[in-house]
């Protein structure tokens, strides 16, 4: 990407104006600790995508940096919901700036994404592990009874 540098310090600067401004009025208390990092991390994203400056970013670029620039940042699971709301209110006040035409519209469409960014964002479940090994048809029944298990107890599960 060109000028990384200077999409980072200009990324860094617009969201240090936003929560300096907004302290305590819109960022809510349970997204304050990680907000920083999450709009950051969401512009940066948003930026590389196709290398142009924030200024230039458009919707596709927004909606690839919600569903898969975010994975880094750890949003506790209670405040995610919250996320694309707090990001678009972010673009609203970039153009109320004039520093993102759009930044509204593009700030609702975001906050519309609501349930693909909670579902691209899911914690995965965790696979189940067997906690001894497979009985085998052949292996001596589990039971106790001295027979092989086809033999045994393997007929009583049909």
Same mark, same amino acid.
């Given at each position: 990407m060109q000028h990384e540098g200077w999409i980072r310090d200009t990324i860094e600067m617009w969201v240090?104006?936003?929560?300096?401004?907004?302290?305590? *009025?819109? @960022?809510?208390?349970? #997204?304050?600790p990680m907000a920083d990092e999450l709009l950051v991390t969401f512009l940066f994203h948003a930026c590389a995508e196709r290398g142009v400056p924030p200024g230039e970013l458009e919707r596709r670029d927004?909606?690839?940096? #919600?569903?898969?620039?975010?994975?880094? @940042? *750890? @949003?506790?699971?209670?405040? *995610?919901?919250? @996320?694309?709301?707090?990001?678009?209110?972010?673009?609203?006040?970039?153009?109320?700036?004039?520093? #993102?035409?759009?930044?509204?519209?593009?700030?609702?469409? #975001?906050?519309?994404?609501?349930?693909?960014?909670?579902?691209?964002?899911?914690?995965?479940?965790?696979?189940v592990v067997r906690p001894a090994d497979k009985i085998g048809r052949n292996d001596p029944c589990p039971c106790g009874s001295g027979l092989k298990y086809k033999k045994c107890c393997m007929t009583a599960l049909d």
């Open positions: 240090a104006d936003y929560l300096e401004e907004a302290a305590g *009025r819109s @960022v809510d208390p349970a #997204l304050r927004l909606k690839t940096a #919600l569903l898969e620039g975010l994975p880094g @940042v *750890r @949003v506790p699971e209670a405040a *995610r919901p919250k @996320v694309p709301r707090f990001i678009g209110d972010f673009l609203a006040d970039l153009e109320r700036r004039g520093r #993102l035409s759009n930044g509204a519209m593009l700030g609702q469409e #975001l906050a519309a994404q609501r349930d693909n960014y909670l579902a691209a964002h899911a914690e995965k479940p965790k696979p």
